[in-house]
T-cell receptor, first 112, second 114 residues
C-alpha cells in the first residue's frame, strides 16, 4: 500500500521567513495530494491540494509543488505569520480522493 | 451549516466496555470516513462509506464497526475497548462527484481506555 513520509517533524522560523515542508510517497499510482493544517484541539483543515496532472499550484502565500518522477511534493509558505503556527499534514490518495494516507505531521512554530 | 459534528468531545472507558462515537454532517455529503490520530503517526483510516448502506474497511479496522443507515450519520462502534484504542478520533465527509475532493473534518473525540 501507499506510504507517505514527511519532514521535518518540527520547524521553527522567524516571522516573515519562508517555510518548506517536504513529503515523499511510494505508490506511483497516487494522483491526489492535499495539505492540511491542524490547530490545537481542532480537526484538520484543507489548505491546498494538487492533482498529478499539475506540477505546481499557488494560493496567495501558500504553494505546493509536485515531482512525479521523484515521487515527492512540498508545501511552501512565504512571509510566515504567527497565525501560521500549527501542525501541517501531507497526504496522498490513489483511490479517487477517498482513502487518504497521511504523513506524520510537521509542527511549525513562527516566532514574532 | 454546522458542518461535521462529533459527540462526545471526551470519553473515558474501562477495558472491555463498549461505546459508540457519533458523527453527523448536514452537507448532504455522500462520502464519510473515520480516522484515528496517534502521536507521531498522523491520521489513519479506520472505515469509510461511499453512501448510505455501503461501508468498507480502511487501514486499521480491527476492533471497530460502522454502519451507514442514513446519509447524515456515520457512527463508529467499539465493541470491547482496549488500551490500544486510546486515541483522538476524527470523522470526515466529502461530496460526491469528480469536482468534490475536499474532505471536511469534525472537531474530534478524545478517547481514553484504562
Amino acid at each position: 500500500g501507499e506510504n507517505v513520509e514527511q519532514h521535518p517533524s518540527t520547524l521553527s522560523v522567524q516571522e516573515g521567513d519562508s517555510a518548506v515542508i517536504k513529503c515523499t510517497y511510494s505508490d506511483s499510482a497516487s494522483n491526489y495530494f492535499p495539505w492540511y493544517k491542524q490547530e490545537l484541539g481542532k480537526g484538520p483543515q484543507l489548505i491546498i491540494d494538487i492533482r498529478s496532472n499539475v506540477g505546481e499550484k499557488k494560493d496567495q502565500r501558500i504553494a505546493v509543488t509536485l515531482n512525479k518522477t521523484a515521487k515527492h511534493f512540498s508545501l511552501h509558505i512565504t512571509e510566515t505569520q504567527p497565525e501560521d503556527s500549527a501542525v501541517y499534514f501531507c497526504a496522498a490518495s490513489n483511490t479517487g480522493f477517498q482513502k487518504l494516507v497521511f504523513g506524520t505531521g510537521t509542527r511549525l512554530l513562527v516566532s514574532p | 451549516n454546522a458542518g461535521v459534528t462529533q459527540t462526545p468531545k471526551f470519553q473515558v472507558l474501562k477495558t472491555g466496555q463498549s461505546m459508540t462515537l457519533q458523527c453527523a454532517q448536514d452537507m448532504n455529503h455522500e462520502y464519510m470516513s473515520w480516522y484515528r490520530q496517534d502521536p507521531g503517526m498522523g491520521l489513519r483510516l479506520i472505515h469509510y462509506s461511499v453512501g448510505a448502506g455501503i461501508t468498507d474497511q480502511g487501514e486499521v479496522p480491527n476492533g471497530y464497526n460502522v454502519s451507514r443507515s442514513t446519509t447524515e450519520d456515520f457512527p463508529l462502534r467499539l465493541l470491547s475497548a482496549a488500551p490500544s484504542q486510546t486515541s483522538v478520533y476524527f470523522c470526515a465527509s466529502r461530496g460526491g462527484g469528480v469536482g468534490y475532493v475536499e474532505q471536511f473534518f469534525g472537531p474530534g473525540t478524545r478517547l481514553t481506555v484504562l
